[in-house]
């Protein structure tokens, strides 16, 4: 399943990727917005003594905005998964309407993978690197139970409980084959991220100094390119991900 879901997403990814390209890229911009301001205005205006919960604050508004613009990449690219053709006003229409009950979706499909991300350095620093090793696989495992709501909820229109409910169903019997597929995408991703820090050290053994401007300028533009094409990856694998494991389940309903 792990392979036949890659390929085939990575066949949709190709197909869709112009046409998500620009929602992608507004997806991670908005994204990098409270660094980017952080790192070049807060200093001087001295926004965190004065709003001592900018952060938080600023972090919210980030992903309230960014979750519409997820359901119009998902929209977008199932509509092409199914061979039908991508409506922009139809698209944008039901991310509006749907905007609220969203947001609870999305918490809960990448809120446990979120915590375990910014859980991680404790980890490192708490456990030796053997017991890590061990202690890694059962922890992330649960988010390949939860991730699936999200496509439940965009691509057929279900309520929030539902598509809760249903990536829990689909995905129980199956799930070590889910978590193979987000370690891969996780894994590729990551590569390029890595890439793009090793792009930073080099510019910055070549400058010869610290030049923090320069930078956070240079590391936020690979982030943002980076994003931009790893996003509509990112749901590629979760839309193909989702289809497969609803008509295995399906079947199975079938034939029992």
Known sequence: MTAEVLDAAFRLFRAGILRCLPYSGLVVLVLELPTLYSTFFAPVRGVHSVIPYFSLLSYGVVFV?????????????????????????????????????????????????????????????????????FVAVPVAWPAALFVLALPAFWCDRLNPVSAIVRSVRISMRRSWRMFGAILATACMVSVFLMLSTVIVWMLSSLVGRADLFLMATVQSTLFLVVGAFGVPFVLAVLILSYQDLKLRDENRRVRA
């Open 65 to 133: 905005l960014s979750v519409p613009l997820l359901g119009v990449m998902t929209l977008r690219l199932n509509a092409l998964a199914q061979g039908l053709r991508p409506r922009f006003r139809t698209e944008l229409a039901t991310a509006m309407s749907r905007w609220p009950l969203a947001l609870l979706v999305t918490v809960f499909a990448f809120g446990y993978p979120l915590l375990l991300l910014w859980l991680w350095p404790v980890l490192v620093v708490s456990l030796p690197s053997t017991a890590l090793v």
